[in-house]
């Protein structure tokens, strides 16, 4: 668990971004201008800082050179998708650099990514009667370790990080095979119904019609 601040002046997207997080295990505050943002850093800590860049009063750039001493890292969010702007945001201190529109679960994985780097998020995860140890990639219920493969791990990895959310087919081959699922291919189908199995979540892990599946936990 993380606490994180979000930076974005589009309440819409942030409420999108903070319920996504919430179900990731976060804590998350959102505030909706540069102003606001200054603040907030003023009064708490927080482990990472999801940021804007177009802000009102004080835009997300301008407000780097205060974080920046702070040591917080800081994944910008924004619009601003020319060459120029992503290398000036990565040059001036940010960990990672977001263009809008973007998929949830791409933002949950580098959230995930960063906060891993900085040592900031938990290498246990306690979820539905599993125990998922990040470290040693172990996955346990009742104390007893389930044997996975490298793949069914990664999809677990994939579900446990957003849970209650529709993951698209063509989204977990990505993110675990790496480029296009081919039209037609049961790869994913046969990997999501042997992890089914295997950690018995026959009811939890849901198909989502026409679109994938989905993990609904209590």
């Known amino acids: 668990m993380a606490k994180i601040l979000i930076v974005e002046d589009e309440e819409p997207i942030s409420n999108l971004i903070r319920l996504s997080l919430k179900k990731a295990g976060h804590v998350c505050e959102c505030v909706f201008d540069g102003g606001e943002a200054a603040d907030k850093l003023e009064e708490n800590t927080y482990d ?28 910008f969010l924004t619009a601003k998708s020319t060459l120029e702007d992503r290398v000036h945001g990565l040059r001036i201190g940010a960990e990672d650099y977001i263009v809008k529109p973007f998929e949830i679960v791409e933002l949950l994985a580098r959230v995930d990514v960063v906060l891993r780097r900085y040592h900031k998020t938990a ?9 998922v140890d990040m470290q040693s990639m172990q996955v346990k219920r009742d104390g007893k370790e ?49 992890l089914r199995k295997k950690v018995g979540w026959e009811k939890e892990l849901q198909v989502v019609n026409k679109v994938g599946y989905r993990l609904e936990v209590n």
Not at 123 to 131: A, K
């Open 123 to 131: 290498n246990i995860i306690e979820i539905d009667g599993l125990t």
């Open 48 to 75: 990472l800082i999801l940021l804007d860049v177009m802000l009102p009063k004080i835009d997300g750039f301008e407000l780097m050179d205060y974080i920046r001493p702070m040591g917080i890292p800081v994944i």
């Open 146 to 194: 389930i044997s996975l493969t490298p793949k069914e791990y990664q999809i677990l990895l994939l579900f446990v990080r957003n849970p209650d959310t529709a993951l698209y087919r063509d989204t977990i081959y990505e993110r675990v095979w790496g480029g296009e699922m081919e039209y037609g291919s049961k790869t994913v189908s046969l990997h999501v119904q042997r």
